[in-house]
């Protein structure tokens, strides 16, 4: 089965700088590529997502990169905010099922 | 748009009670629900997927007879902890999927077991 690795587990950044999580997966069928925030006791929300027919997505402060080869996928938050503190998870998709990282805690240093 | 809800949103009860969670899409119908545990500090963990009408997959690992899912309708699915114990304390998120890929997750249900 699909087998998501996440790193790091834990990123500590200073506000205003830039934040980068990498994943990679194993099963060369997932074709899609979702990221999740979830703060502590509440639900996981989707900020941003990729299929495997695109290499690169952005929106605003946050993008996503995608290398189906490689299979490496990696999210890139620039001009972090305190309010981008949270634990941040991958994950791969194939025929419905989501398989998730372990996580990032992600800290917004002042 | 795409509302799950969660009832109820955190419970405790006693050892080798019975606890039932209720999913609910508020605003479409669901032709897949998930349900997914959650242990402190880690990730969420797919323990089983239900499509309306049949008999929910359970993954590996996952005691079907420990935890029955029913899923009566196009909007509600329930997951039923029988015989609880202080190890099954966790947090229980549902999914809502009424379209390839994409979930709609809802708000989550900690439960407690003394």
């Known amino acids: 089965g699909e087998n998501v690795e996440q790193h790091p587990s834990t990123l500590s950044v200073q506000e205003g700088d830039s934040a980068v999580i990498k994943c990679t997966y194993s099963?060369?069928?997932?074709?899609?590529f979702p990221w999740y925030k979830q703060e502590l006791g509440k639900r996981p929300q989707l900020i941003i997502d990729?299929?495997?027919?695109?290499g690169e997505k952005k929106d605003q402060r946050i993008a996503v990169t995608l290398n189906k080869t490689a299979k490496h996928f990696s999210l890139h938050i620039t001009e972090t905010q305190p309010e981008d503190s949270a634990v941040y998870f991958c994950?791969?998709?194939?025929?419905?099922?989501?398989?998730f990282g372990k996580g990032t805690r992600l800290h917004i240093l002042p | 748009g795409a509302v799950v809800s969660q009832h109820p949103s955190w419970v405790i009860c006693k050892s080798g009670t019975s606890v039932k969670i209720e999913c609910r899409s508020l605003?479409?119908?669901?032709?897949?629900m998930f349900w997914y545990r959650q242990f402190p500090k880690q990730s969420l963990m797919l323990m089983a997927t239900?499509?309306?009408?049949?008999?929910?997959?359970?993954e590996q690992g996952v005691e079907k007879d420990k935890f029955l899912i029913n899923h009566a309708s196009l909007t509600l699915s329930t997951l039923t902890v029988t015989s609880a114990h202080p190890e099954d304390s966790s947090f229980y998120i549902c999914?809502?999927?009424?379209?390839?890929?994409?979930?709609?997750f809802g708000p989550g249900t900690r439960l407690t077991v003394l």
């Open positions: 239900s499509n309306e009408g049949s008999k929910a997959t359970y």
């Open positions: 099963d060369s069928a997932s074709n899609y």
């Open positions: 605003d479409f119908q669901a032709t897949t």
């Open positions: 999914s809502a999927s009424f379209a390839a890929d994409t979930q709609y």
């Open positions: 994950a791969a998709v194939r025929d419905d099922k989501i398989i």
């Open positions: 990729i299929r495997s027919n695109v």
